[in-house]
């Protein structure tokens, strides 16, 4: 290919939140996602493995299923071979070549291209796949796999069309310029199961700044993830820019992890595996051509705190949707709670009667709120949880689970005395809310137990009427929380509006969704020219 410079500063089309769709009874929206449910629930793709744009087909296979419904098979995924994981460090490496070299509007041009098909052809594809692959329901799949996804790909753009602006200055006679390069070699991007768009933004982000890419997703959100790849090939992504593996996690982790060529991590998933990722990048520094950059977003155990001023309704609501929404499987879902004595009975018994109200099952059926856990491993993780919150706590309402059909675990509220009950410090993921009553005089000294009851500080909350108590809350929990509300659930991050992320046992803090992100996966040269040289070695001072 010649190399395509044109000339003129281009200006970006508008770019906006992508609107969410109600798919209320009677909308065309609804009628067109049932029919694409109902065609996909009777497909089930043969999913290959992508290296350099070629599909592989290595015959070792395995089947997903649908949570809700786990006798039935979305699809079947071939699992990358080692030799697959070299040849696609070989591909990426041969792409980088021509992409890294692309200007970073004919780059942006692919995202913007696929944002566009993705809100268009693609929604009801990548929201059904959503739906039955990962059990969604139709309102947390659209939030997630069209819209989140659709605002990564459009406002990444932005963000990096404004790092690109930012140039030093230059005094007379030179000129200084910053130029942002791709990281040398490639990026390894795995993503987790419960956030489609997180899958297109971890390959997607870096991507978008020249990088090629190793992309592992989860195979747990292969059909989703799967999709995701096809509409970025359809917006003409270049073979070998992005190297779908999935598969076996630790063996291709593995390979990956040490090669030379590693230059970064994408990671969003549990803290215990982004550790053991870093030990084995740390233990392989002197292996390394570049330092590589590691980003992580990783495990959270979210709160809600309400000062005896809150306004208890919202409150609950924010509760019941922070908590029980997709299953308490959001990295920011909230996990403990915090209420004054005082107004504990009348939130307790709103909880109660919404969870009551709640109905759970197939997202198939849209009057659904909640559907499944995603396997097995969580289904029995959480059991564990809830038998130990029956032995060693109150369960106010919920703790059952049946798994005969799907893995379903109804909505839980908790009760315990001890503001360092294991429910209160771990992540459970999954719809389980501990709470802890405190004496209405004791408001600073819970502000202090919220802050360091455990190792993560994803998201938090809190509730109150009173100014002061806000200022209070700001203060003593400034780094608790990576996103913080006030008055509102602690779930619910819009790219462009909150960036997400937090630090401690939470991650790198690298704000998905924001320039802070993609400044990650750039290398930047300074470039210094002097338009007339001295040609005298000496100076006046000498004279
Ligand atoms: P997980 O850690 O089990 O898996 C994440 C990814 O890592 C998957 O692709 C998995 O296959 C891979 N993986 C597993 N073992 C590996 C290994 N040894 N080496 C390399 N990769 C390996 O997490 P999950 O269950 O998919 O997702 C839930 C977790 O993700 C929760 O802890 C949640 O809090 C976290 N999460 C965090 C954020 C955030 O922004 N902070 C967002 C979403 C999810």
Known sequence: MPNYSPNGVRQLPPHANEPIRSYAPGSPERVSLQARLKAMEAECPEIPV???????????????????????VTATYHKATAADVHAAIKASRAAWNEWSEWSWEERAAVFLKAADLLAGPWRDTINASTMLGQSKTVFQSEIDAACEMVDFWRFNVAFAQDLYGEQPISAPGMWNQLEYRALEGFVYAVSPFNFTAIGGNLAGAPALMGNTILWKPATTAILSGWNTLRVLQEAGMPAGVINFLPGDAAMISGIALNDPALAGVHFTGSTGVFNSMWSTIGKNMANYRSYPRIVGETGGKDFMLAHPSADVQAFAVGVVRGGFEYQGQKC??????????????????????????????????????????????????????????????????????????????????????????????????????????????????????????????????????????????HARLRHAAGNFYVNDKCTGAVVGQQPFGGARGSGTNDKAGSKLNLLRWVSARTIKETFVPPHDYRYPFMG
């Open 332 to 473: 920011s879902a909230c996990s403990r709670i915090y209420v004054p004595k005082s107004l504990w009975p009348e939130v307790r018994d709103r909880i109660v009667a919404m969870i009551k109200d709640i109905r759970m099952g197939d997202v198939n059926d849209f009057r659904n709120f909640m559907g499944a856990v995603i396997d097995q491993k969580a289904f029995d993780r959480i059991a564990g949880y809830l038998a130990d919150a029956r032995k060693n706590a109150s369960v106010i309402a919920g703790g059952g689970t049946d798994g005969s059909v799907g893995w379903f675990v109804e909505p839980t509220l908790i009760e315990t005395k001890d503001p360092a009950y294991k429910l209160m410090c771990e992540e459970i993921f999954g719809p389980v809310v501990t709470a802890y009553v405190y004496d209405d005089d004791k408001w600073s000294e819970t502000l202090d137990i919220v802050d360091r009851t455990s190792p993560y500080a994803l998201t938090g909350a809190v509730f109150a009427q009173d100014r002061d108590a806000v200022r209070e809350a």
């Open 50 to 72: 992508v290296v350099g744009g070629k599909e592989i087909r290595t015959g070792e296979v395995a089947k997903a299923h649908s949570p809700h419904k786990h006798g039935h």
